[in-house]
């Protein structure tokens, strides 16, 4: 070491970053550090290293997810007599605006099961994959026998709740619905947080307000495909016209015992040409 | 350690004077000795079939299982010891799902097939480790079409036309190799492969056996699965007859 050359002690003094210092004592790890050996003994300190700022100058504690980008609407499911309906839009929303108009949000899950998302669209992506994942162990088993709905239910609720609790929610709810050959049809829903219900009918975010009532009313575990098909439709009528982030492209599936079956897309007869609707500022008075 | 090349045969990690590893080739002797394997690739599809004997009166049928599904578009039949070959395939289901994972599309079959290997290869690489005493005989269907391969314990892996490992397996691979394998739908091939199993049973034992048979074809939708199970007897039985048929046949020409 070369004596009057003696560098402040917080300034490294490791071999890889002086050429001068070579003493195989000083060598330490310590001294390979950015970091003064004690606050007070630096004869200047210009600023505080970057890992102690991070903890002591109130840093941002780390976030995860704290809000969805490309969302999908409400989803609709109900039972009638020979199984259960499921009905969707398929927009993907950036915000508002409409971006994706091609999103198929129900995925069928196996010969008996179909799911249902609104919510976040790729974290939708990753369930599919996890359940794919799991559809394909359900394959290697080889037992004869597949994962009913109730069963793909209890297991998104699991992996919802345990998101939640990671604090790293999935930012979705769900739908699960199918037919199972013992115990009948099967719907139900999971939310972001890992709350669950089962019900004869269920509706996620916007469906939650304006289909529900009609469902309550008008659905029935034994109405045939035909009446379910048309309260459905009404129903997604309905939605349409007030929830703003929805098209007019949708996607109906249902599942009997004999398997699934998915819609092509198709649109609503819609009628926009009511009285109220030709001046609409008119019983507005205040507002432009 | 009397005699010249005695002695090295204790330990995967001793090579004999010859350069020949003992302990790795007596475990190839496992799946030699073991039941009777056979892996056929035709037109249209591949086949595995395997012939077990009974071990005792009392065990249900079919629940010795030596075929097991990997994953939708592959399957394995494992010669020689049930429980290694049990600890390969649980590998291969790993494998198979971790690629899937990570690159979002099914593995390609000889992927699959080195990498079991491999697997395989490291238990020959350690004192402390026994090598397997089984090996993965895989069938598969993917974009290039259908596959054959055989990992072995000593970890090396090949692509077949048809092979076939365990008891009698010489006798069997020479009757694949008259076959036109190529050219038959693996409809047709079944029996085929049936009749090649029977023939090299050991006459002299009366022991009961089952022959489990499965298989990925276009007409499966490229998805691997157990032959139905009054197809598989059927099977069976035309393949008894006919070599019934054929015997006294040329009975009758002596």
């Known amino acids: 070491m070369i004596p009057h050359c003696q560098l402040p002690s917080h300034i490294a003094t490791g071999p890889h970053v002086s050429p001068f210092v070579s003493s195989p004592s000083h060598a330490g ?25 991070e903890a002591s100058a109130g840093a941002e504690p780390r976030k995860h997810t704290t809000y969805p980008y490309v969302t999908g609407n409400s989803v609709l499911a109900i039972k009638y ?43 939708f992506q990753y ?31 699991r992996v919802m709740y345990n998101r939640r609790n990671k604090m790293d929610p999935l930012w979705n709810s769900l739908v699960v619905a199918g ?23 269920v509706a996620t975010s916007f469906g939650n307000h304006l289909s529900r009532p009609l469902f309550r009313e008008f659905q029935r575990d034994d109405m045939s495909l035909e009446e379910a098909v048309s309260l459905m439709q009404e129903a997604l009528r309905v939605l349409f016209y007030r929830d703003k982030t929805s098209i007019n492209k949708y ?26 609707f030709v001046n609409p500022s008119k019983h507005a008075v205040g507002s432009w | 350690m009397s005699g010249v090349g005695s002695g090295y045969d204790l330990s ?35 086949i595995l079939a395997v012939e077990k004997p009974e071990e005792t009166k009392m065990m249900l049928p079919q629940s010795n299982r030596r075929i097991f599904t990997v994953s939708r578009h592959c399957g394995m039949a494992v010669p020689g010891k049930l429980p290694d070959g049990r600890q390969i395939v649980s590998r291969a289901h790993q494998e198979a799902e971790q690629y899937k994972r990570f690159y979002g599309e099914t ?10 290997a491999n697997f395989c290869h490291v238990f020959s690489l350690y004192w402390s480790l026994r090598p397997l005493g089984s090996a993965a005989l895989t069938a598969s269907f993917d974009d290039q079409g259908p596959h ?72 499966t939708g490229r998805e691997f699965q157990r032959v139905p199970e009054d197809l598989a007897k059927q099977t069976v039985e035309d393949a008894k007859k006919e070599i019934e048929q054929e015997d006294s046949d040329s009975d009758m020409e002596a």
């Open chain 1, 29 to 53: 790890r310590a001294e390979d550090l950015h970091v003064p050996s004690s606050g007070s003994s630096a004869p200047f300190s210009v600023a505080p290293s970057a890992d102690h700022a």
């Open chain 1, 81 to 123: 007599k020979d199984g259960v309906l499921m009905a969707a839009d398929m927009l993907g929303a950036y915000g508002s605006t409409k971006r994706y108009k091609s999103v198929q949000r129900i995925l069928r899950v196996n010969d008996t099961t179909i799911v249902g998302a609104s919510g976040e669209i790729s974290d």
């Open chain 1, 127 to 157: 369930i599919s994959n996890l359940l794919d994942e799991l559809m394909t162990q359900d394959f290697c088993y080889d037992d004869g026998c597949t994962m009913t709905p109730k069963e793909v239910h209890a297991y998104l609720c």
């Open chain 1, 179 to 201: 037919v199972d050959k013992t115990s009948g049809s099967f719907v139900g829903s999971v939310g972001m947080l890992g709350t669950s219900y089962t019900d004869s009918h």
């Open chain 1, 251 to 276: 996607v109906l599936a249902k599942v009997e015992s004999s398997g699934v079956a998915i819609s092509k897309p198709f649109a609503l007869d819609t009628k926009w040409d009511l009285k109220a």
């Open chain 2, 12 to 46: 995967v990690t001793t090579f004999s004077p010859e350069g020949r590893v003992f302990q790795v080739e007596y475990a190839g002797k496992a799946t030699d000795n073991g039941v009777p394997c056979v892996g056929v690739c035709c037109k249209d599809g591949a």
């Open chain 2, 107 to 116: 593995i390609p079959t000889k992927v699959l097939c080195d990498r079991l």
């Open chain 2, 148 to 219: 054959i391969y055989l990992s072995e314990t000593n970890g090396v892996s090949y692509r077949y036309y048809g092979i076939a490992v365990g008891k009698g397996r010489q006798g069997i691979k020479t009757e694949l190799e008259r076959l036109k394998l190529g050219e038959m739908t693996t409809r047709e091939a079944l029996k085929v492969v049936c009749k090649c199993l029977m023939r090299q049973r050991d006459e002299s034992s009366n022991k009961k056996y089952e022959i489990e048979l499965a298989w990925i074809s276009e007409e």
